[in-house]
């Protein structure tokens, strides 16, 4: 701890490092309940909750956890009561299990929506494919918002460095493959530009000392960078998801930021195609992970607000 601050290898993909008012952290961390349901395959799913008002459900992204989400949060729950899940596999929730894939993640999601009678929800990357598919087979959901589901379309592959990624991880080399990933999926940068044989060793050091300080129910980023295997396979499953969400009853509004990469921004044109009906907001000078504590969730929730509104 340096002062008032902490410092940790970023758990997203944005910057090189992350840093959050400890006091800020804890403040906001007090205002929240937990609590879980249980998934119809039996995997314990944890969730954060705090506010009041109707249900609205927060989905993380890959090599999030609900923590991520804290500051969005925040600014809703003075209108909304705001459940923010661990996706299996993280945090509070339990671990993927041998059949995970996109039908595992909606069951937990509707295990989630059903306990809380919530009909509103916003989710963020691998997270939004998993949110899109609930849209499609949950009839109880009547607002459902998605920001940059990474689908393939039209010839694209967002999964493109996955066996990079996985080569890394099975050699141990956690730095290259977090490095892998945030070249893979995060705006443009010239961290992103910076070659992988420097960045990498300096990642581990990261990564390994901020392992040795975890406490409560941290989630260290050795743990976290081995779940984007699984967001891996929500994207590999996805082809022909947006065929299958033209039947979507509920109102829809997707999200994305200009600096983005191009296959994100091709995916929300495929929906926004089959979804003609569908409102879309793009954030100027915001990119992947606008939403996350460390980005401008503040305007992400001014969004939401409106749109969520009866």
Known sequence: MIGQKWTRVTQLYRTFFYIIN??????LLEKYTTGYVISKDGTKVGYRQTGSGPGVILVHGGMMTSKNFIKLASFLSNQFTVYIPDRRGRGLSGPF?????IGPESEDLQALIHETASDKIFG???????????AIIEPALKKVVLYEPP????????????????????????GKAMFTAIKGTDDPSLFTALPSFLIAPLLNIGINAEAKKQA??????????????????LVR????IIDRCKEIKAEMLL????????????????????????????????????????NSPEKIAKELIVFFQP
Do not use: C
Request: without cysteine.
């Open 97 to 101: 299990g041998p059949d995970y894939g």
């Open 151 to 174: 689908i393939p379309v039209n010839g694209t592959d967002p999964a493109a460095w996955g066996s990079r990624y996985e080569s890394a991880l099975s050699r141990g080399n956690f």
């Open 124 to 134: 963020l990357s691998s997270g939004a494919i998993g949110v899109l598919q609930t």
């Open 22 to 27: 400890v006091d800020q952290a804890m403040a």
């Open 237 to 240: 499953e996805s082809p022909g």
């Open 216 to 233: 409560g129910d941290d989630v260290p980023l050795k743990s976290l960078i081995p779940t984007m295997h699984y967001d891996l396979i």
């Open 255 to 294: 999200m994305g930021g200009t600096r983005s990469l191009r296959y994100l921004k091709l995916a929300l044109d495929a929906l926004s195609t089959a979804l003609p009906q569908a409102k879309r907001v793009e954030f100027r000078g915001l990119g992947h992970t606008a939403a996350d504590n460390d």
